[in-house]
């Protein structure tokens, strides 16, 4: 019995979605940041630590404007033993590739992709679109192909053992 998912691909990339997701974090941290430097938590910040919670924010936004610059459009690809990143209309899904869901919000994923142990990773931002088979055939993919790898780690500690 096969128990591995089928084949499928699905865009990443930038969305309204990842847009939205991204300034509701920033405006957040900001009306927190914005309301302990006014004294609403304790006393007012002011001098060196005002500076500092003003450049905290100030970083913030710019370590999510780089994420958002990041999410180039690609394609994720299960062969159906292989994970790939097609960027190019000649890449193919690689042995070693690794993947890894880092959170699920159900409609929304965030991965983040490596092609060989130790090389650089991607963060990956995956949405569900009109397709609900296409996306229910790629969480399938994530989640089947990392209880297999969990598999196969577990057999070899137990023939060694």
């Known amino acids: 019995m096969k128990d591995e998912a089928p084949a499928v691909r699905h ?3 930038r969305t309204p979605g990842l847009a939205a997701t991204l300034v509701s974090v920033w405006l957040m941290g900001a009306a927190l940041a914005a309301a302990t430097g006014g004294g609403m938590f304790g006393p007012p910040v002011d001098g060196w630590r005002g500076w500092v919670l003003l450049g905290a924010v100030l970083g913030v936004a710019l370590a999510l404007l780089d994420f958002w ?3 180039r459009p690609r394609v994720l690809v ?3 033993g292989n ?3 097609i960027e190019h209309q000649a890449d193919a899904p690689q042995d070693e590739a690794r993947i890894q869901v880092r959170l699920d919000a159900q409609r929304a994923l965030l991965l ?3 092609a060989s142990p130790g090389g650089r990773a991607h963060w990956l931002w995956a949405q569900a679109g009109d397709d609900r088979h296409a996306w229910h055939l790629l969480r399938c993919a994530l989640y089947s192909s990392a209880k297999s790898v969990a598999r196969v780690d577990a057999a070899a500690v137990t023939e060694s053992a």
């Open 69 to 71: 610059r990041r999410q």
């Open 78 to 80: 299960w062969d159906g």
């Open 112 to 114: 983040r992709f490596s």
């Open 83 to 85: 994970w790939g990143l």
């Open 11 to 13: 865009g990443t990339g």
